[in-house]
């Protein structure tokens, strides 16, 4: 049988080894790649009952980043679970401005990418911190059109219950209401109760989860 040459061996062994130690990272990075939402939904959600409204935010059918962007699955049932719930003081949003009556977004053309941020209006009445608590960035290839980058990652807006380390755990409480559970940055100021900043003496990071202590 033929030996394999020393050096591919050991080219062979390191990437393994990479592919071993960085499972979330290819997870991610297939996560962005493959979970496309359909078309058809994603028009219907910017659009709601208007008809031919992305002609007020595309440059083009073909180019239109607020729809790639809510091509990813995470942000796509973000945006949904956000976009019509109670507690908002705005009407609707025209399609230009926003999404439902909660969701606001911007987009920012910085070739080779569009920057497309979406977040929870400081108008919801169960908002207790300012939009960047809440705030998803996409970036979106020009060439490709394809999602180049996602923050936070996709497991963080997933799972509000996700984290990677303490401080990315919140303690759900405020306005004399007891502490009720734990959530990550992005969905603690989502709920109805508020959030307290990071505590070591309230939440911890256990296995991936926000748990309260």
């Known amino acids: 049988m033929q030996k394999m040459p020393f050096l591919l061996t ?62 990813n699955k995470e942000v796509f049932d973000f945006v949904t679970t956000y976009s019509e719930c109670e507690g908002c003081d705005t009407p609707t949003f025209s399609p230009d401005k926003g999404i439902g009556k909660c969701v606001e977004y ?7 990418v ?11 009445k169960f908002r207790h911190s300012d939009p960047t608590q809440s705030r998803i960035v996409v970036k979106v290839n020009q060439k490709t059109l394809a999602i180049d980058h996602l923050d936070p990652a996709a497991a963080y807006i997933k799972d509000p219950l996700f ?13 004399g209401v007891p502490l009720i559970g734990c959530s990550n940055f992005l969905h603690a100021p989502l709920n109805w109760a508020g959030y307290y900043p990071y505590s070591d003496d309230m939440c911890a990071c256990v296995e991936n989860q926000c748990k309260q202590k």
């Open 106 to 112: 911007s987009i920012v053309d910085e070739a080779p």
């Open 163 to 175: 984290c990677r380390v303490g401080p990315d755990c919140r303690g759900l409480s405020g306005s």
């Open 10 to 71: 050991v080219i062979l062994l390191f990437a393994a080894s990479c592919n071993l130690e960085n499972p979330a990272i290819a997870d991610e990075t297939n996560s962005l790649a493959n979970q496309t939402v359909p078309l058809n939904a994603v028009t219907s959600l910017i659009c709601g009952s208007e008809t031919d409204c992305l002609s007020q935010t595309c440059v083009s059918a073909a180019r239109c980043p607020l729809q790639y962007a809510l091509s």
């Open 114 to 124: 569009w920057t497309v941020a979406l977040w929870v209006s400081e108008n919801c």
